[in-house]
């Protein structure tokens, strides 16, 4: 092994993919923060941002903001000129707006991801996806955090 | 390790009508009632990742611990599979033992203390501080090794001291909000607090990977959680106090099934 | 993983890594610690990159991914995470198609 590669542990699991559920949105948030509406309009430039295509879910009720499941889907057609090329994941109220961009290979096919964020409080996050023509597609989901991340009594 | 434990700030906060329910002084009240582990009061979604090996982040130290065992450490030293063998036979039901009064010494010896003791005296290595990787590792594949086994640790003879002075700290009113472990796992089993639903404190699920740690964690960690939310003077991980405590936990809870890695919030 | 799959079909894959992800930055004020987190995380399949993440530390600690594969052919799934400290890690799974 090359010197800076070590050995962590890596867990794997495979399964044939599940159908999804969609969520229905309170609205409980505070307003997005000034860092995120920065970094949106970053993205979009001034381009305009469709609804559909792009679904995101996030646990509606996170029991702590250290860890919130988040799933991402996208339609995503074989051999279009329109396929999704990157997707962006944004908070609106974390120090950081940008959770992450997920690059996708093209001809992949429907896109399904899953992680787990971390969300400083109750707020709303989207999903927008650039596609490979430039067009812009986003949904959002809000969470209600119970437990902020960055808390540690002990 | 160490950049870990600074990345959040202790923040402690118990709601004052809780505070209040508690203040009172008098005889405490010590109710038989079946225990129930803190994996009930877990949500679905939380239950369900609990019991997937993939999500459940405390099997990435399990996949760890079992590296540890079976690779020769740096330096020569046997591997622990050296001498043990097999682990999945040889350290069956180890855990569900411990901790256990040590013939020579006459100490209460955990699991912890027990993986120790072989790196000092077996492989002459120092021994692993707590909630470093490496003894969180070890301790969680040897505990998830005797997963259902029934919790069977022995309160006699040596022991029996230990087991009351465990017994003592339980019901010994402490902090500044002048509460004992007993009022709240024995007398608000199911009450909320902080987020959180009072569970009898079963000791089966450690270690634990907790979200709010955002990493495994000893019980004696939990231990220490619950001290620092009544304000408490804190104990050493590994002290007797806390190994008394573990030793009375077990107790209470034997014939309770090993179910480790625990998933907590 | 390891797995069995058809050509053409879809198949999910779960991936779970230890590491703190320490965020560099706290509520309270600036860094206690400095920031160590998994910056990138890529998957190459029949030696073609299929997805790569640009993770920020809003993505939780022992991160979690899980996404589909299209199966093609038999042939190495590698998957590489990459820290700030440089560190590397890079896990291979053979994939059989039928």
Redesign the interface.
Known sequence: M?P??????????????PAIPYPSLAQTSAPPSTLFTVALAELTKGREIKSGRIRLET?PLA??G????CKITVENALATPDQVQTIH?L?EQ???P????????P??????????????TTQRVHAIAQMADGALYADKSESVV???A????? | MGGLRVLCIAIVLIHSHTIGAFAADGPLRVEAQPLRSASEFLSPALRAEQADPIRNRGMLWVEQGERLFTQPPPGGAPSCATCHARAETSMRGVAARLPAVDAASGQLVNLEGRVNECRIVRQSLPPLDYETDELLALTAYLTALSNGEPLAVSIDGPASAFYAYGQQLWNERQGQLNVACTQCHDQSVGRKLRGDTISSAVPTGYPAYRLEWQTLGSLHRRLRACQLGVRAQLFELGSREYLALELYLKSRARRHPIDAPALRR | MPATAQAGETIKIRTAIQHPMITGHTDAGPNVAPRKIIHTFAVAYLDAEVLRIDVAPGIAANPFFAFNLRARSSGDVVFTWIDDTGEVIVETRQLTVT
């Not at chain 1, 800076?4 to 993919?17: D, E, K, T, W």
Request: hydrophobic share 45%.
């Open positions: 090359p800076m590669m070590r050995r962590r542990s890596v867990l794997f699991g495979i399964a044939a993919s646990s029991e702590s250290s860890s919130v499941e994941l908070s974390n120090p950081i940008t959770i992450a961009r997920f690059h996708i290979a001809d992949t096919g429907d896109v399904v991801i899953e992680t787990s964020i971390r969300l400083r119970l437990l902020a960055c808390l540690d009594a002990g």
